[in-house]
């Protein structure tokens, strides 16, 4: 595959920049709050109330599970595709597809804790230690809760050149929420097997920047 950098030959380097209103940005942007936060509270709702058939926790720890990688993927994406369009501005929405995937992890985990295993503390304690898919799955969510904190302004400014170091944590959360994913399914692995290519691959796409982190 080629890297971002390697694809000037076919016509990016001679690509004029793409630039737009502000005013399209502030709405892609809202419209990411919109859906992402409403779509969440009507399924959360349609739980509550018994308007979901099946399992309602099942339901919500797959809906939320599947919901965070598809934002996680969304961010990761952000980049390469700014940087292949020319389109500088699109990194405005990065964060926000960001800061929505810890939300829908951290709601994943409070279906876990709170329907789940119902605050049995010490229940959750021995879950997290003795089998191996939802220690992957800590993994990633603390990574992600540590990125939310760190989203600040404030916070960031505060933080310096480490911010970055932080948040290059990002690659290992999107890697470990696919392993935690393929890793608690019993059949229909190809799924989850999708997810964790579709993983790689977006990790492919920066293999220079993520082969300098280890330098
Ligand atoms: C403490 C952290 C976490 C716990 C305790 C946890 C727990 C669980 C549980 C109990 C399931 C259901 C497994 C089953 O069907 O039997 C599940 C599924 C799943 N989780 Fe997590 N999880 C955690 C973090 C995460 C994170 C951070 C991600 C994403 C980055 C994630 C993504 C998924 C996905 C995609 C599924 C499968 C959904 C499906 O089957 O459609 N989980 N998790």
Redesign the pocket.
Known sequence: MKSISKLSHIGVANRKPLRVNKAFIFAFRVSIHLISAIWLGIVYYQALSGHLEGDPV?YL?????????HL?FASLLISPLAQWMKFQQLMRIRKTFGVY?AL??LF??W???AY?LQFEWLL?AS??IERP??T?????????IALLASSFEKIKKKMGSKWQKLHNFVYI??I???I??LW???SNWY??AI?LSIATLLLLIRRKKIKNLFK
């Open positions: 099942q720890l797959d809906f939320s599970g599947i919901g965070t990688l996680l995937a829908y992890a994943h985990v279906v876990f804790i789940e959750i879950e997290i898919y939802i992957v799955g800590a993994l990633a969510a603390l990574i992600l959360a999107v470990a929420g696919c935690h994913y608690s399914v019993k799924e989850p997810y």
